[in-house]
């Protein structure tokens, strides 16, 4: 158990560094299709030609792998939390590939994230392997479990139907919450698929069962539902940053006319 945690964790390590490079490799791009079509934040998806993009998107795809796996054998609070280290990762890169300066906030919270990840990580509580797929079932199924997926997924409408075209290309905060929100039903749906495979590896093949095929669906749904928010948050801040930009270049022409 503690040699399969070990791997679990080299994994999870592995999986933030591509992760958090991708962010930046498909910023490039995002920032090139954007000079050449309509942008990500308003719906354009001429990224899609942009091969800096994909190169981000495989490398993304990488590390979603290796993460993956590291569900396989490690137990997920395990795991989760040290998906914060690609945020680390991310501004490190970001700083000298694409001049962004990390200012004290940016700091504080690369500093948070670390010492939450090194707290969970410690205290993680020890996980019983569940033997089965029918076995999850019966765990998502649960009253308690079945009302926070329709909070979660009622919040997740909210705000792509209504708060999206109200103030998603002002804030954010909107497009985060649509990824970090469908993020927990990824871990779950994911961590099913990881013990669905390594107990078919095992022997105990779990193919048969419909939940395998219906948790591999969740799955694709909230990748991929994550994938496109986040290419439009990713967007809207280079917007805002290049807006700020321009706004005090101009105003430092003006002072210097004046």
């Known amino acids: ?46 990224y899609l030609l ?6 981000g998107m495989i490398t993304m795809i990488v590390g979603e792998a290796a993460n993956f796996v590291a569900y396989i054998y490690a137990p997920a609070v395990l795991v989760t939390p040290l998906g914060a280290l690609s945020i680390i990762i991310s501004a490190i890169l970001a700083h000298f590939l694409l001049k962004e300066k990390l200012k004290k906030m940016g700091v504080l919270g ?9 707290v969970i990580v410690i205290h993680a509580p020890k996980e019983q392997t569940p033997n089965s797929v029918q076995e999850i079932w019966n765990l998502a199924t649960q009253p308690a479990f079945l009302v926070y997926v329709a909070i979660t997924m009622s919040i997740v409408l909210a705000l ?25 039903l990824t871990v779950m749906s994911i961590k099913a698929i990881g013990i669905a495979i390594k107990l078919t590896m095992e022997g105990v093949s779990q193919i048969g069962y419909p939940q395998t095929w219906l948790f591999l669906m969740v799955a694709v749904t909230c990748v991929v539902t994550q994938l496109i928010y986040l290419n439009k948050a990713m967007q809207i801040w280079y917007l805002d940053l290049q807006n700020q930009y321009d706004g005090t270049s101009q105003e430092r022409a003006r002072t210097k006319n004046i």
């Not at 942009?50 to 190169?55: D, R, S, Y």
């Not at 690369?110 to 090194?118: E, P």
Request: hydrophobic residues 45%; aromatic residues 10%.
């Open 1 to 46: 158990m503690e040699s399969d945690n070990g791997k679990g964790l080299i994994l999870a390590v592995a999986s933030s560094v591509f992760i958090g490079s991708s962010f930046i490799l498909k910023k490039k791009g995002l920032k090139r299709a954007a000079a050449n079509g309509t942008r990500a934040g308003y719906g354009g998806y001429t």
């Open 50 to 55: 942009e091969p800096l993009w994909w190169a």
């Open 110 to 118: 690369c500093v948070s994230c670390i010492v939450g990840s090194v």
């Open 160 to 184: 792509i139907l209504h708060f999206e075209p109200l103030c998603g290309q002002s804030n954010i905060l909107v497009y985060i919450g649509i990824c970090s929100l469908m993020g927990a």
